[in-house]
């Protein structure tokens, strides 16, 4: 593993991603390192991906988490929640990464058009734009939704409305109304 010491979440993602690229696993970084690919830099010690993968198939991918070295914790949601479940993967300094599976409302072609870059030499997929602001949205609290103005915002003339809208439907009516607003009150501040 890449960690020598605390804060070092994101080296811990790298590690992360690794094993998924092992298994061909599609995911997209979301949170904090998400934001600040989107121009919205705020300091957050978590990183975050989102997998394009099934809670059944998830204890299979713990287990090899396990034996790469990680310490792991799965968490199932209830079935009201947004999320089935939550892979947790930790290290000997208290590094943390959360694996999110079956995001209900998740457009599935959110995966195929993360934005990729480089970090520490090594790839990382993050989600895009829209799917960002959508996703933020749907999270719907303060700072999420701060999150996603500050995006729209940042963004300008870059974003594509009907795709933010189209993927923000997805998550519900409720959102795509609430993002409506934003977009509406940040095209009235320019």
């Known amino acids: 593993m890449r960690t ?4 070092q979440s994101a080296l811990l993602l790298l590690d992360a991603v690794g094993v998924l690229a092992a298994r061909k696993i599609p995911y997209a970084v979301i949170g904090a390192m998400a934001a ?9 010690m978590d990183a975050d991906a989102v997998l394009s993968l099934t809670i059944q198939e998830t ?4 287990r090899e988490f ?14 009201d929640d947004p999320i089935a479940g939550v892979l947790s993967l930790t290290d000997i300094y208290g590094n943390r990464v959360d694996l999110l599976v079956g995001l209900r409302g998740l457009d599935p072609g959110a995966f195929s058009r993360t934005v990729e870059l480089i970090f520490h030499e090594a790839e990382l997929r993050v989600v895009g734009l829209e799917d960002f602001i959508a996703m933020k949205v749907f999270a719907g609290g303060p700072q999420d939704l701060a999150d996603a103005h500050a995006a729209i915002a940042v963004a300008g003339d870059r974003l594509n409305q009907a795709l933010a809208m189209a993927s923000a439907r997805r998550f519900g009516r409720d959102v795509a109304e609430t993002l ?6 940040s095209s009235a501040k320019t």
């Open 59 to 62: 204890p299979s991918l713990e």
């Open 36 to 44: 600040s690919v989107h121009g919205i830099v705020r300091a957050s």
């Open 180 to 185: 409506e607003r934003l977009i509406a009150e």
């Open 4 to 7: 020598t010491r605390a804060g």
């Open 66 to 79: 396990r034996a790469a070295g990680f310490q792991t914790e799965l968490r199932r949601g209830d079935p």
